[in-house]
């Protein structure tokens, strides 16, 4: 689970895991992931900042895991909930598809009506100001 921090707040990673499903010994390959990646971040190259990673669960297969596998998968985490205006999504599912060389996925589902503020209309794609995750 990825949550956004505070301003400045950098990185914090926590394991919540209940009941075993992911062995112990794991756990640092996840860590390890999500600090490599949050330095290029996963799509386009820029740095993923001041956000709280928490490992809520998984699973593992006793023979085909390993802690480079638990790290692997966690440098390609990469689910983003974010609110855009609308007009912010137009083009986007092309632009995704381009940055994540055909593995990236979105969906949209309306949240609610707000004033947009004004800025240039040049149809480029801008970046999402407030996020969750």
């Known amino acids: 689970m990825f949550e956004p921090g ?20 794991f756990i640092p390959g996840v860590e390890k992931g999500l ?12 740095p993923v900042i001041d956000f709280k990673a928490t490992l809520v669960d998984g699973n593992y297969h006793d023979v085909a895991s390993s802690v480079l596998a638990f790290e692997l998968a966690a440098r ?9 205006p609308l007009a912010n999504m137009f083009g986007y599912a092309n632009s995704l598809r381009m940055m994540a060389q055909g593995r990236g ?27 969750r995750a």
């Open 6 to 25: 505070e301003p400045g707040s950098g990185y914090s990673f926590k394991s919540k895991v209940i009941g075993g499903s992911i062995p112990e010994e």
């Open 105 to 131: 996925a979105h969906y949209m589902v309306f949240d609610h009506y707000a004033p947009v503020s004004e800025g240039p209309d040049d149809g480029s794609f801008r970046p999402v100001v407030g996020m």
């Open 35 to 46: 600090e490599a990646s949050r330095e290029t971040g996963v799509l386009a190259g820029f």
């Open 76 to 84: 390609h985490a990469e689910v983003v909930r974010a609110l855009v």
